[in-house]
């Protein structure tokens, strides 16, 4: 059995464990705004960042948070902001911007109640679909969702692997029960984590196309101050950077766009599947109320009711081709969230069935036993 090194064993929160994981990611800009309860990941970035050679910055506000580190990526640098609530909410229209001028970075939003100011201190997982449809237009983006410590962890540097590797906003849907709650994390050995840095171009300065449509179709980076002097709006434009009205042009500008993603979902989508080879119940589960998922799987298998769990790592895009596999053979499906019913209805999408759902927008979290009760209903 190999021995751990204590060093490698600590307890924490899930904001410092996403905090400690961008450093490892090698992210070195930080722009942000306090703000229950995702404030804890700002004020330890602004100690660990100056010491590690990179810099934070206390913005005004979360709209000028979301542009600044925009612009600190294009000069080069891995940047992350990180916020919750209403100020997710200021950040859309520079979402928006970051997917349509391809600049990658990495938006963490550590959910709590709503709308508007709703329950600073208490959990939510009803940010699901603003994280995917809340800028406006036919945008790429990518969402994941932790439900541990140390997945929180492992996801943070994902993100940022994924920004890089596809040029596009990443966010890092946590909650704040994830946020908040202390556990014991051991975390991975140095030449187990895997970083991803952005491709950048070799081009010759004067031939640089910073859009060009290439075979992957996600164009080679330049950072701005290494010699490239390029056009960056979010007007529609073509490969020079430079706005156009051409049909054709922004078609073809649209397309790549969200193309990049969807042709890329098998290296993209993750998930974890548990007891299903036999299961007649699934539980569609992600985020803080996977967790209470767990555990109730594991008494209705005590019981002799074959239940199983589909857990969803990448929320954004949508594992449909999955679920509806899982359908074939599954009679039940039980969405337990902190909302009313945001991914379920993405699974009764992808299914075809009536979904079960399991609810809370109280501010209180899905507990064991509210699931449990749900499946002992479906199994009779």
Same mark, same amino acid.
């Given at each position: 059995?190999?021995?751990?090194?204590?060093?490698?064993?600590?307890?924490?929160?899930?904001?410092?464990?996403?905090?400690?994981?961008?450093?490892?990611?090698?992210?070195?800009?930080?722009?942000?705004?306090?703000?229950?309860?995702?404030?804890?990941?700002?004020?330890?970035?602004?100690?660990?960042?100056?010491?590690?050679?990179?810099?934070?910055?206390?913005?005004?506000?979360?709209?000028?948070?979301?542009?600044?580190?925009?612009?600190?990526?294009?000069?080069?640098?891995?940047?992350?902001?990180?916020?919750?609530?209403?100020?997710?909410?200021?950040?859309?229209?520079?979402?928006?911007?970051?997917?349509?001028?391809?600049?990658?970075?990495?938006?963490?939003?550590?959910?709590?109640?709503?709308?508007?100011?709703?329950?600073?201190?208490?959990?939510?997982?009803?940010?699901?679909?603003?994280?995917?449809?809340?800028?406006?237009?036919?945008?790429?983006?990518?969402?994941?969702?932790?439900?541990?410590?140390?997945?929180?962890?492992?996801?943070?540097? @994902?993100?940022?692997? #994924?920004?890089? &590797?596809?040029?596009?906003?990443?966010?890092?849907?946590? *909650? %704040? =029960? +994830?946020?908040?709650?202390?556990?014991?994390?051991?975390?991975?050995?140095?030449?187990?984590?895997?970083?991803?840095?952005?491709?950048?171009?070799?081009?010759?300065?004067?031939?640089?196309?910073?859009?060009?449509?290439?075979?992957?179709?996600?164009?080679?980076?330049?950072?701005?101050?290494?010699?490239?002097?390029?056009?960056?709006?979010?007007?529609?434009?073509?490969?020079?950077?430079?706005?156009?009205?051409?049909?054709? @042009?922004?078609?073809? #500008?649209?397309? &790549?766009?969200?193309?990049?993603?969807?042709?890329?979902? *098998? %290296? =993209? +989508?993750?998930?974890?599947?548990?007891?299903?080879?036999?299961?007649?119940?699934?539980?569609?589960?992600?985020?803080?109320?996977?967790?209470?998922?767990?555990?109730?799987?594991?008494?209705?298998?005590?019981?002799?009711?074959?239940?199983?769990?589909?857990?969803?790592?990448?929320?954004?895009?949508?594992?449909?081709?999955?679920?509806?596999?899982?359908?074939?053979?599954?009679?039940?499906?039980?969405?337990?969230?902190?909302?009313?019913?945001?991914?379920?209805?993405?699974?009764?999408?992808?299914?075809?069935?009536?979904?079960?759902?399991?609810?809370?927008?109280?501010?209180?979290?899905?507990?064991?036993?509210?699931?449990?009760?749900?499946?002992?209903?479906?199994?009779?």
């Amino acid at each position: 059995m190999q021995r751990i090194n204590k060093k490698d064993i600590k307890l924490m929160t899930g904001n410092e464990a996403c905090a400690e994981a961008a450093i490892v990611a090698g992210m070195r800009f930080f722009a942000g705004y306090p703000i229950t309860p995702s404030s804890e990941i700002a004020e330890i970035l602004s100690c660990r960042l100056p010491r590690e050679g990179g810099v934070f910055i206390q913005m005004e506000d979360e709209l000028g948070s979301m542009a600044t580190i925009i612009g600190a990526s294009l000069a080069g640098m891995k940047s992350m902001t990180a916020t919750s609530g209403p100020g997710f909410s200021l950040m859309q229209e520079n979402i928006g911007y970051a997917s349509m001028t391809e600049i990658p970075c990495v938006i963490v939003d550590v959910q709590r109640g709503g709308p508007s100011t709703g329950l600073p201190t208490l959990p939510s997982q009803a940010d699901v679909m603003q994280s995917r449809w809340g800028t406006h237009g036919d945008h790429p983006i990518i969402v994941v969702a932790p439900s541990t410590v140390r997945e929180t962890f492992d996801w943070t540097i @994902k993100a940022f692997n #994924l920004a890089e &590797r596809f040029r596009v906003p990443v966010i890092v849907l946590l *909650d %704040e =029960i +994830i946020g908040h709650i202390n556990e014991k994390i051991i975390f991975p050995k140095k030449e187990e984590i895997v970083i991803i840095e952005r491709e950048r171009t070799k081009e010759n300065p004067k031939t640089y196309l910073p859009y060009q449509c290439v075979d992957t179709d996600i164009p080679l980076f330049a950072d701005f101050g290494a010699g490239y002097r390029y056009n960056v709006t979010g007007l529609c434009h073509d490969e020079t950077g430079f706005p156009t009205n051409d049909p054709e @042009k922004i078609d073809a #500008l649209y397309r &790549r766009l969200n193309r990049k993603i969807e042709r890329y979902t *098998d %290296e =993209i +989508i993750e998930f974890k599947t548990v007891s299903l080879d036999d299961a007649e119940i699934c539980i569609v589960a992600y985020g803080s109320s996977a967790r209470s998922a767990y555990r109730a799987i594991r008494r209705a298998r005590e019981m002799g009711i074959k239940a199983g769990i589909f857990q969803i790592f990448t929320i954004w895009p949508f594992p449909y081709e999955e679920l509806t596999k899982i359908s074939q053979h599954v009679k039940n499906f039980i969405v337990p969230e902190m909302n009313l019913g945001q991914i379920a209805h993405e699974v009764s999408c992808a299914t075809g069935c009536d979904v079960i759902k399991v609810n809370r927008v109280d501010g209180g979290l899905i507990t064991p036993d509210e699931i449990f009760e749900r499946i002992k209903y479906v199994s009779v």
